[in-house]
């Protein structure tokens, strides 16, 4: 049995084999002592799992119709029950080919994310500390879990960059990333700040990049260590302390891309270094794929990669208690539960029009 590709386009029937070659799979010993290939096939397994259950749903509704019509030629009693099961193939039919429409292949996937201060000093520190807390926060009514792999805090208390693992604790279709890929951008505040002793609303920007955290699991990207530059220092806590006595942190880069990954969260240097790896292996297959959908023109959106607050996709007003998305209109005056984690409306409206917009894609046929 083979490992089938997620980008390849499948009929129902070809998900249906598979579903049944990953169940053999997950259920032999041997796949599950190679603990990132069971993750894998574990994801894809979630991932198809909701067309299987639908298409098993429609063939036994049309299965059971059959059999009412035959048995309605002898008994007419049968015929509501035919009138019944003919009325919810329809439905079936559209929820599954709904399901067909070719997802994003990273959707199961656990996610990277980086928030990085930007203009506006100090309270721009402050914004971004806001929206780890929000993300944290998410996380946690969804059940996932975050790590700090990497931080740099600001005098009072912010983030002027930081690094977070969100991992969700059980396999599924619409995991990490399939809610939290469009948050990559800038994110625009306005409000008082504490440092303003005069009560004028100031604007600031911080900038939230999130890729899919394929880590080990990506045997696609190789790395020659001749193109890594690694550097060891001490880990460090709030206000840039020690809290280590070995040097013990990890910081890598790489050298013909200038990416730059550190972590100093994990107990040892090998354990550091390692997620770094991992991490910078996400980066590079991020790029890469960025990369290729700009050579073929992809209509997909893109990051923005610096953090200037006129490259905006979202803005946080408090004065009017607002939080503002421009990508597709959305206002809602719930700012302070939004940043205390209550994201699901928002993100709701992001992929409401992002599955509009891939259902219209393929229904032109493009």
């Given at each position: 049995?083979?490992?089938t590709?997620?980008?390849?386009?499948?009929?129902?029937?070809?998900?249906l084999a598979?579903?049944?070659?990953?169940?053999?799979?997950?259920a032999?010993p041997?796949?599950?002592?190679d603990p990132?290939?069971?993750r894998?096939?574990?994801?894809?397994y979630a991932?198809?799992?909701?067309?299987?259950a639908?298409?098993?749903?429609l063939?036994?509704?049309?299965?059971?119709?059959?059999a009412a019509?035959?048995?309605?030629?002898?008994?007419?009693?049968?015929?509501?029950?035919?009138?019944?099961?003919?009325?919810?193939?329809?439905?079936l039919?559209?929820r599954l080919?709904?399901?067909?429409?070719?997802?994003?292949?990273?959707d199961?996937?656990?996610?990277?994310?980086?928030?990085?201060?930007g203009?506006?000093?100090?309270?721009?520190?402050?914004?971004?500390?806001?929206?780890?807390r929000?993300?944290?926060?998410?996380?946690e009514?969804r059940?996932?879990?975050?790590?700090i792999?990497d931080?740099?805090?600001?005098d009072?208390?912010?983030?002027?960059?930081?690094?977070l693992?969100v991992?969700a604790?059980?396999?599924?279709?619409d995991?990490?990333?399939s809610a939290?890929?469009?948050?990559?951008?800038?994110?625009?505040?306005?409000?008082v700040?504490?440092?303003?002793?005069?009560?004028r609303?100031?604007?600031?920007?911080?900038?939230?990049?999130?890729?899919?955290?394929t880590?080990a699991?990506?045997?696609?990207?190789?790395?020659?260590d001749?193109d890594?530059r690694?550097?060891?220092?001490?880990s460090?806590?709030h206000?840039?302390?020690?809290v280590?006595t070995?040097?013990?942190?990890?910081?890598i880069?790489?050298?013909?891309?200038?990416?730059v990954?550190?972590?100093q969260?994990?107990?040892s240097?090998?354990?550091n270094r390692?997620r770094?790896?991992e991490?910078?292996?996400?980066?590079?297959?991020?790029l890469a794929?960025?990369?290729?959908?700009?050579r073929?023109?992809?209509a997909?959106r893109s990051q923005?990669r610096?953090?200037d607050?006129?490259?905006?996709i979202?803005?946080y007003?408090f004065?009017e208690?607002r939080?503002?998305?421009?990508?597709?209109?959305?206002k809602a005056?719930?700012?302070a539960?939004?940043l205390?984690?209550d994201?699901?409306?928002?993100?709701a409206a992001?992929?409401?029009?992002?599955r509009a917009?891939?259902?219209?894609?393929?229904?032109?046929?493009s």
């Open positions: 049995m083979t490992e590709s997620t980008t390849a386009p499948q009929t129902a029937d070809a998900l598979e579903h049944a070659d990953l169940e053999l799979m997950l032999d041997a796949v599950h002592a990132a290939r069971a894998r096939l574990g994801r894809r991932e198809i799992g909701p067309v299987v639908v298409a098993k749903e063939a036994s509704v049309r299965d059971d119709l059959a019509r035959e048995l309605a030629a002898d008994d007419p009693t049968f015929g509501a029950e035919a009138d019944d099961l003919a009325a919810r193939v329809p439905a039919e559209a080919a709904e399901l067909l429409v070719p997802r994003d292949p990273h199961a996937d656990d996610v990277v994310l980086e928030v990085k201060s203009e506006g000093g100090e309270e721009s520190a402050l914004f971004a500390g806001d929206l780890v929000m993300y944290t926060r998410f996380a009514s059940g996932w879990s975050t790590e792999l931080a740099t805090t600001s009072l208390g912010g983030y002027k960059d930081v690094t693992s991992r604790r059980v396999p599924a279709a995991g990490v990333w939290l890929k469009f948050e990559g951008g800038v994110h625009r505040v306005q409000r700040p504490v440092t303003e002793s005069q009560g609303i100031h604007t600031s920007a911080a900038g939230v990049l999130v890729y899919p955290d880590g699991d990506d045997a696609g990207i190789e790395i020659d001749n890594l690694v550097d060891v220092f001490r460090s806590g206000g840039g302390q020690s280590n070995t040097d013990s942190a990890v910081r880069t790489h050298l013909p891309t200038g990416i990954v550190s972590c969260n994990e107990r240097q090998l354990q390692a770094a790896m991490v910078l292996r996400s980066r590079l297959q991020a794929e960025e990369e290729a959908a700009a073929a023109s992809d997909r923005v610096t953090v607050r006129s490259e905006r979202r803005t007003n004065p208690n939080i503002a998305d421009h990508r597709v209109g959305y005056h719930n700012l539960a939004v205390d984690g994201l699901g409306d928002v993100i992001l992929v409401a029009a992002d917009e891939t259902v219209a894609i393929g229904g032109s046929g």
